[in-house]
Every structure is written in structure tokens, then in C-alpha cells.
């Protein structure tokens, strides 16, 4: 059974990201208004595009410039795949550069692999990580695949810039139950998300948002040992709802919040 889904937040305009499960729908010659960038999850897809038939087996990158017209199928019984749609005008602001990308040449260049895992990463930012998650996701693949495919020089290394990385880190130690947004942080320091990010992470070896994420695990565990109710810990912490608070307790601890209050309690 077909199940197509389009997630896409109020506050990030110009960006939209397509989760497609399909077995027999076809899709006749059509172009979008924006950069797709996306990745075969399972079975065998294509398309015909530049005078070309082509088969995308699962794993396989797939790029399209704006207005470039295609078609789409099943090459395989299921197809699943995800494809990220971003606007070409939000790019400068996006990537923090005065020049948009050349554009894509290949359709399908070989890949290592890491822009479907970021991919299927953007996709649980969409639905469970808040805007500093979501955003800081959505500019790492960003720049990734635009300097690795689409002409993009790559940015000089962010220089140490302690004044501005210690003022984010005292800020989000201040407000690490909150919903921080990248924006937010910019504007701060005013500096653009990427350089502030690149930065920081320079600084203390992980960027904003892991930090934040850390910070709260921290604080997760001082209250579980209070004695206090799971559900509460993770709504208190700004976590999307219980599973992603395991999720992210597990992630930097090895064991769920449940387990962790039970080993502690000897």
C-alpha cells in the first residue's frame, strides 16, 4: 500500500522533505521548483531525465537542479526512498555564502554512503528534535552535498573564537530545557548558524545541539535519582515525548532512564 508523506515546519520556509513507499504509482514528466537531493532506502527506483533511463538500487544518491524535467517509477516491486526539496532562493541564507552552488552535473554520483544516513537523520529531526536539532542537521547535509556535488568551495575552518563560543555555551547552560533555535543563537553572537556552529564545536568538540542534548541527559539523571516520574523528567526537559527521551538517554548513557534509576538504586 502506497504511503507518501511530506513533512515540513512553518518556520523553515522553502524546505520540505518527501518520504515516499510505493509500489505501482508512476510519475509522468514533471520538474520542481527547487534542489532534490535524495536517497534510495529500499528496493530499486528510476527515472528518465537528460535523454536517459536510469535505475537507482537501494543506497543510491539521487540529485535534480530546479526545473529539470523528469519522470518516476518502480524499478521494483516496493520502492522507499527520501528526497529533500530546498528552494534555490533560500540557499544563500541557508549555507551562509554570498554565491548559490553551480548546480548538480550528475544525477546519481557515487557516494560513501553518509547522505542517506543524514537523511534518515533530517527525517527523525523533522519529526521528534526541536528547531536547533532540525536545522543543525539540515545545514550539515547542506553543505556536504553541495560541496561534494553541486561546485560549493568548501568553507575555511571557523577560526577559535572564545568570546562567541562561550557566551552560546553559557546561554544554552541557561536555557537548556528551552527550545533553542539556531536563529536564536545567531542572533546572539551575531554570527551565521554555520560558522557558529563549525566554532563551537572546535571549541568543546561537539556542536550546539549535542551539547544541549548532553546537558539535559545531565540534568535527567539528577532528577531520576530525586525519585521523580519519567513522563515528568522528559516533558520538564524539553524532550518531543517519552521515546525520543529514551532515545537520547541511551544515546549518551547506554542504558534507558528506567534501567538507569534501577542501577542506581542499587
Known amino acids: 500500500m502506497d504511503a507518501n508523506n511530506l513533512l515540513a515546519k512553518p518556520w523553515l520556509p522553502g524546505v520540505e522533505l518527501f518520504h515516499a513507499d ?6 509522468g514528466r514533471h520538474s520542481h521548483d527547487a534542489f532534490a537531493i535524495g536517497a534510495i532506502v529500499q528496493g530499486v527506483g528510476g527515472y528518465q531525465c537528460r535523454g536517459q533511463r536510469y535505475a537507482l538500487p537501494a543506497g543510491t544518491l539521487s540529485l535534480m537542479n530546479p526545473e529539470e524535467p523528469h519522470t518516476g517509477h518502480a524499478e521494483s516491486e516496493r520502492v522507499i526512498y527520501r528526497m529533500l526539496y530546498v ?3 533560500r540557499l544563500p541564507t541557508l549555507l551562509g555564502r554570498k554565491r548559490l552552488p553551480e548546480g548538480f552535473r550528475e544525477l ?71 527550545a533553542v533555535s539556531l536563529e536564536r543563537l545567531a542572533a546572539l553572537v ?27 541527559v545531565r540534568e535527567a539523571k539528577r532528577k531520576l535519582l530525586q525519585g521523580q516520574v519519567l513522563a515528568d523528567v522528559a516533558l520538564e526537559l524539553g524532550f518531543y515525548d517519552q521515546a525520543h527521551f529514551n532515545g537520547v538517554f541511551r544515546r549518551f548513557t547506554g542504558v534507558t532512564p528506567g534501567r538507569f534509576r534501577t542501577l542506581a538504586r542499587g
Open 22 to 27: 510505493f509500489s505501482g504509482q508512476a510519475f
Open 87 to 89: 528552494e534555490e532562493s
Open 108 to 178: 546519481n554520483p557515487a557516494d560513501d554512503g553518509q547522505v542517506a544516513i543524514r537523511l534518515a537523520h533530517l527525517a527523525d529531526a523533522f519529526e521528534r528534535s526541536d528547531a536547533l536539532g532540525l536545522e543543525s542537521e539540515l545545514l550539515g547535509l547542506l553543505e556536504q552535498v553541495f560541496v561534494r556535488h553541486g561546485g560549493l568551495r568548501e568553507a575555511r575552518p571557523a577560526c577559535r573564537d572564545s568570546g562567541v563560543t562561550a557566551s552560546l555555551r553559557d546561554y544554552l547552560e541557561a536555557h537548556y530545557a528551552e
Open 190 to 216: 551575531q554570527r551565521h548558524p554555520r560558522h557558529l556552529i563549525e566554532a563551537f564545536r572546535r571549541a568543546y568538540g561537539v556542536p550546539p545541539h549535542t551539547y544541549l542534548l548532553q546537558r539535559r
